[in-house]
């Protein structure tokens, strides 16, 4: 089975631009959630969707960053406009129904953004 | 709110040592704890999970915890370190059910000949 698949791997950027990050998650999972990881702050949860309707997004940084879920087999993390300080890797993961509150979460190979 | 600290940002064994990651929770109910581990340039794998059963948890990779209430720890260990345990390692914990995963910082293990 294919795993949760995120594009792009690496991105760079310059301040000002308009990011779009893309996952889809494995098919049948119910949940699907972003998070960042920094060197300095770890692995924070941005924003998580439960049959495509965003449950939480209180751990989206700024009103620069929206995330969409049009269908059970696509995300979006949009952040506009750039800044140096959103250079971070973002994962995308999903989860089995029933299980997203129990940890067993599959992650995708993760978005490198870096903003110059 | 849950939390977890995981002491020692970075653990050097040799090959063929017993490997012991630390892992400390706060949690206000009793909790689900977890061991991801990430190779670079890569997501994060669930390595093993305790969920109020058993208390010594095995997972993959000849790796196993064990939940000690008392001491609100949940150590990772494995008897004798490869080179292809190499990674990063994090544990998580969840209030079961009630709350999403939060992550530790993380700590790289690093395996010498």
């Known amino acids: 089975d294919a795993g949760v698949i995120q594009s792009p791997r690496h991105e760079v950027t310059e301040m000002g631009q308009e990011v779009t990050l893309r996952c889809k998650p494995i098919?049948?999972?119910?949940?699907l959630f972003w998070y960042r990881q920094t060197m300095m702050r770890g692995l924070e949860l941005l924003i998580y969707f439960n049959n495509n309707v965003p449950i939480d997004d209180s751990g989206m940084p700024e009103d620069r960053f929206s995330a969409k879920m049009p269908n059970a087999s696509f995300s979006t993390l949009k952040i506009q406009p750039s800044e140096p300080r959103d250079s971070a890797v973002y994962f995308c993961?999903?989860?089995?129904?029933?299980?997203?509150?129990?940890?067993?979460?599959?992650f995708g190979e993760g978005s490198r953004l870096t903003v110059l | 709110a849950q939390s977890v600290t995981q002491l020692g940002s970075h653990v050097s064994v040799s090959e063929g040592a017993l490997v012991l990651l630390r892992c400390n929770y706060s949690s206000s109910v009793p909790p689900y704890l977890f061991w991801y581990v990430q190779y670079p340039n890569q997501g994060l794998q669930l390595l093993l999970k305790y969920t109020s059963a058993a208390t010594l948890v095995k997972g993959i990779n000849g790796f196993e915890a064990e939940f000690k209430k008392s001491e609100t720890s949940f150590h990772l260990t494995k008897p004798s370190a490869h080179m292809s345990d190499a990674a990063e390692y994090f544990c998580a914990v969840s209030d079961k059910g009630y709350s999403t995963l939060t992550f530790g910082k993380g700590t790289m293990l690093l395996v010498s000949p």
């Open positions: 993961a999903s989860s089995v129904p029933g299980t997203a509150n129990t940890g067993e979460l599959f």
């Open positions: 098919s049948g999972h119910d949940y």
